[in-house]
C-alpha cells in the first residue's frame, strides 16, 4: 500500500475552493427575510390585511422564494421591501437574466445583505466583508457557535 509522504504534500501547489454558484433572486428574497424574523404568514400578514386575501399572499411569498421564480411587477418588489429589509435594486439585479454574473452586486450568503446595507445595529457604518460572500456579521456568529 502507498501513502503520500508529508513532503509530497508541502510541494502541492493549493487549488481554489470551487466558485459558488451565483446568488439567486429567490435565495435572496428568502435570506432577507429570515434576517428580519418575519414567516411568512407574518409577511402575507403584512401585505393583505384582508383575512380572504392572506393565504394568496403566503402563497405569493412561496412562490417568490421557488427556484425559477421572479417578480414581474416592481410593485410586488416594493411592497415586500415595506415589509421586511432589502434592497429593490440588488433583486433586479439579481432577477435580470441579461445581466452577466459578473456585474452581480457582492452579497452576502449567511443573511443577504449587499454592499449597499449598513453593518448591523449601526446607523453609518458601511458593511465590511469577512470572504466574498460572507459579511463580518455572519462571519462573527459562525464563529461564536
Known amino acids: 500500500m502507498f501513502h503520500a509522504s508529508a513532503a509530497s504534500f508541502a510541494d502541492a501547489t493549493p487549488t481554489d475552493p470551487p466558485a459558488m454558484p ?4 429567490w435565495e435572496y428574497l428568502r435570506l432577507r427575510r429570515l434576517r428580519s424574523g418575519k414567516s411568512v404568514e407574518q409577511v402575507a400578514r403584512e401585505l393583505y390585511r384582508s383575512l380572504s386575501m392572506r393565504a394568496g399572499g403566503m402563497e405569493l411569498v412561496r ?3 421557488t427556484p425559477g421564480w421572479r417578480a ?7 411592497k415586500l421591501a415595506a415589509i421586511f429589509p432589502f434592497d429593490p435594486g440588488v433583486y433586479r439585479q ?3 437574466r441579461d445581466l452577466p454574473v459578473e456585474q ?14 449598513r453593518q448591523r445595529g449601526a446607523e453609518t457604518a458601511r458593511l465590511e466583508w469577512a470572504a466574498s460572500n460572507l459579511c463580518s456579521g455572519c ?3 459562525a464563529h461564536a457557535e
Open 22 to 25: 451565483p446568488l439567486k433572486p
Open 63 to 65: 412562490l417568490l422564494e
Open 72 to 78: 414581474k411587477d416592481g410593485r410586488t418588489i416594493a
Open 94 to 96: 439579481l432577477a435580470d
Open 104 to 117: 452581480h452586486p457582492p452579497v452576502c450568503r449567511g443573511c443577504g445583505c449587499s454592499y449597499w446595507d
Open 139 to 141: 462571519d462573527a456568529e
